[in-house]
Nanobody, 119 residues
Framework: QVQLVESGGGSVHPGGRLALSCAASGSSLRSLDALGWYRQAPGKPRELVAYKLAGGMIRYGDSVSGRFTLFRDNTDTDNMVFLQMNNLEPEDTAIYYC??????????WGQGTQVTVSS
């Protein structure tokens, strides 16, 4: 099993910046391949923000490419991912979920953290 614990988020004006972090832990940590973020706005389906594979490839969602940057820190006992969000827009308002996927294809989710962008 893998546990994902998010921190960060909050409220910001349009054009502002926020950072999120997620710590992964658990007995199946070594099997973790993808680690990153999805988000879900009210009334909309959950969508990809960004994730990074253990091999190094990073994938960004189209709506955040160029504004958000994902960093992943891998060690034998610690596995964290950070999301730097710049030039935030009201359309970025959503619950952001830390996401992990094992080599075997099992998905893991954090509890979610709210990001609100408004003037």
């Amino acid at each position: 099993q893998v546990q994902l614990v998010e921190s960060g988020g909050g409220s910001v004006h349009p054009g502002g910046r926020l950072a999120l972090s997620c710590a992964a832990s658990g007995s199946s940590l070594r099997s973790l391949d993808a680690l990153g973020w999805y988000r879900q706005a009210p009334g909309k389906p959950r969508e990809l923000v960004a994730y990074k594979l253990a091999g190094g490839m990073i994938r960004y969602g189209d709506s955040v490419s160029g504004r958000f940057t994902l960093f992943r820190d891998n060690t034998d006992t610690d596995n964290m991912v950070f999301l730097q969000m710049n030039n935030l827009e009201p359309e970025d308002t959503a619950i952001y979920y830390c996401y992990g996927r094992s080599i075997g294809g099992q998905n893991y989710w954090g509890q979610g953290t709210q990001v609100t962008v408004s003037s």
